[in-house]
C-alpha cells in the first residue's frame, strides 16, 4: 500500500497568462506537507492533466519529485485513453522516482472490461512501479467492475489499489471485502468518504482538501481508528465545502477558492473556464465555517 489516510489531488497553478505558475506549486506542496497530509498526487483530473502538454508534464513530475524530497510519497496521473501513450508517461514518471502511478479508466473509447485489463497489464508489464487505478465513470464513461479491480488486484502485485468513484456502495463493500492484503480501496469522492471508511477503506484521494488538508485529515484519522462520532463531526463541518468544490467542474471552484486566499491564481484552462465575480460571492460563504475550523488545527 502506498499511503494510508488522505492523498491531495493537487491542482496546478498556472499565471494569469496560462504558464504553470512553478513557484505557487512548490508552495502548495509545503502547505501540504506541514498541514500533515498523507500522501500527494500531481497531474490527476484536478490537475488538469488532459491539458498539460508532455514537455509540462516531463518538468511538472522532475519538479514535483524534487521539492517533495521523499517528505511523502508522490503520485503520480500517469493514465490516458491510449495505452501506448500511458506506458510512455508511466515510464517516465517511474525512471524520475515517482512512488507510484494513478492510472484512470480510459475515457472515450469505453473499452470493454477485458480492454482495461490489457491497459493495465501492459503499464505493469513496462514498470514496476506501483499502480494505483482510478475508476471514475462519471468523467470516462467507463466503470471498471469489481471483477475486473480485484481480477488485477489478484494478478498483478503492481496494482496495489483503487481510487473508487462511481458512488456505488455495494461495490465498494465487495472490493473491501474481496481484495489482497495490502491493497488499498480510496475514497474518490470526498463526501463519500465517512461512507467508505465506515466499510473499512483507507483513505480519500482528495479535492477538498487543497484548501482544507487539516480537517480532510482530522476526519480520515478518526475513521480510521473507528471514532465514526467524531469522523462525522468533521465531515459535517466541512460538508457545504465538499459540495461547493463540486458546484462547478472540478477544479474550477477549487482554484477559485485558493485564489481568494492567496495561494495561486484561479486560471484554468481552455475549454475550462473561471468562475464570475458573482459567483465567487455565492462561492465563498460555503468555506466560511470550515475555514474557521481550519485555521484553529
Known amino acids: 500500500m502506498i499511503f494510508k489516510g488522505t492523498s491531495t489531488a493537487l491542482i496546478t497553478p498556472f499565471t494569469k497568462r496560462g504558464d504553470i505558475d512553478e513557484t505557487a506549486f512548490c508552495n502548495l506542496i509545503d502547505h501540504q506537507i506541514a498541514a500533515g497530509i498523507s500522501s500527494l498526487v500531481v ?93 471514475v465513470p462519471g468523467r470516462t464513461g467507463f466503470d471498471a467492475n469489481t471483477d475486473t479491480i480485484l481480477e488485477l488486484a489478484h494478478e498483478i502485485p503492481s496494482v496495489v489499489g483503487v481510487k473508487e468513484a462511481s458512488g456505488d456502495f455495494a461495490k465498494i463493500a465487495d472490493l473491501i471485502q474481496g481484495r489482497p492484503e495490502g491493497f488499498g480501496v480510496y475514497s474518490g469522492d470526498d463526501e463519500l468518504t465517512l461512507f467508505f471508511l465506515s466499510l473499512g477503506a483507507d483513505g480519500v484521494i482528495s479535492v477538498v482538501s487543497n484548501i482544507l488538508p ?34 462547478d467542474t472540478n477544479p474550477i471552484p477549487v482554484k477559485a477558492i485558493l485564489n481568494m486566499l492567496g495561494y495561486a491564481e484561479s486560471t484554468v484552462r481552455l475549454p475550462l473556464t473561471g468562475l464570475s465575480a458573482e459567483q465567487k460571492k455565492l462561492i465563498f460563504p460555503e468555506f466560511s465555517t470550515a475555514l474557521e475550523s481550519e485555521s484553529k488545527l
Open 214 to 247: 487539516g480537517l480532510m485529515g482530522r476526519l480520515v484519522k478518526f475513521g480510521l481508528e473507528g471514532n465514526i462520532v467524531d469522523a462525522a463531526e468533521t465531515h459535517y463541518m466541512m460538508l457545504r465545502a465538499m459540495r461547493a468544490c463540486f458546484s
Open 43 to 135: 497531474l490527476g483530473t484536478t490537475g488538469e492533466n488532459v491539458t498539460i502538454t508532455p514537455k509540462e508534464r516531463s518538468r511538472l513530475v522532475a519538479l514535483s519529485i524534487e521539492h517533495v524530497a521523499g517528505r511523502v510519497p508522490l503520485i503520480i496521473g500517469a493514465g490516458n485513453n491510449s495505452t501506448l501513450e500511458s506506458i510512455t508517461f508511466s515510464v517516465e514518471a517511474a525512471q524520475l522516482g515517482a512512488d507510484g502511478l494513478l492510472v484512470v479508466g480510459p475515457y472515450y473509447n469505453k473499452p470493454p472490461q477485458r480492454g482495461f485489463k490489457a491497459h493495465v497489464t501492459a503499464i505493469a508489464e513496462a514498470t514496476s512501479c506501483p499502480i494505483i487505478l482510478y475508476n
